[in-house]
């Protein structure tokens, strides 16, 4: 069974750029996270996606938005990059419910120069 | 406002001998929590979890004790292995209806030595 894929691993962007990260989750889960880890913060939550709905919301500004398609895979977009937001980004999917188990995929590295 | 802490930044054990990991929190609210394991260039793995009904779950090598008054977790790893030297980092989950987030500690960073 296939892991949780991400791309791209690694990306380099400059300040005040837009980016677009991607995840497909494992075969079956319908419900897709994204979390922030810098050094220091550990990993802060960003929001989750089930049905193609937002599900729940972290405390990060309105540039950091997501999406879910039919399919399950989802989108994560930074607008207007700032230097802070240099970071790995992390995809996890779960299935829906009570089952608090995320898988994670291995995350996209992020640097804004 | 950090409602998970890992106090421990680093840990070194030597192979063989116990390694406990900790963790505080401080929302009350919290029902479950969860042990990652995160090695380098990689995502974090699941490790263990417990419910917040019991005070206790054992995987193999792995035990996680839950002290709820103390708002307070470990996980023990007997015997240590020189394979378990990664980042560990312990969640928290709050639920709002079926949705969730899980809340992560900072890690602490476990070295097992030969």
């Known amino acids: 069974k296939a892991g949780v894929t991400q791309t791209p691993r690694y990306l380099i962007k400059t300040r005040g750029q837009q980016v677009t990260l991607s995840c497909s989750p494992i075969?079956?889960?319908?419900?897709v996270s994204w979390y922030q880890q810098t050094p220091g913060q550990g990993l802060q939550f960003l929001f989750e996606y089930f049905s193609e709905t937002q599900r729940n919301k972290g405390n990060f500004p309105g540039r950091f938005s997501g999406r879910q398609f039919s399919n399950s895979r989802s989108e994560m977009n930074v607008s207007t990059l700032e230097l802070g937001d240099s970071a790995l980004y992390l995809c996890a999917s779960r299935r829906w419910g009570r089952d608090e188990k995320l898988f994670f995929g291995s995350g996209t590295q992020l640097s804004v120069l | 406002d950090q409602q998970v802490k890992q106090n421990s930044p680093s840990l070194s054990v030597q192979e063989g001998r116990i390694s406990i990991l900790n963790c505080d929190y401080t929302?009350?609210?919290?029902?479950?929590f969860l042990w990652y394991k995160k090695y380098p260039a990689e995502g974090p793995t699941f490790l263990i979890s417990?419910?917040?009904?019991?005070d206790k779950n054992e995987d193999g090598r792995f035990t996680v004790f839950l002290n709820k008054s103390a708002k307070h977790l470990s996980l023990h790893i007997v015997p240590s292995q020189p394979g378990d030297s990664a980042v560990y980092f312990c969640a928290a989950s709050l639920k709002t209806g079926t949705a969730s987030k899980l809340t992560f500690g900072t890690g602490t960073r476990l070295q097992v030595t030969l």
């Open positions: 417990i419910s917040s009904i019991k």
């Open positions: 929302n009350s609210m919290f029902d479950y």
């Open positions: 075969s079956g889960h319908r419900s």
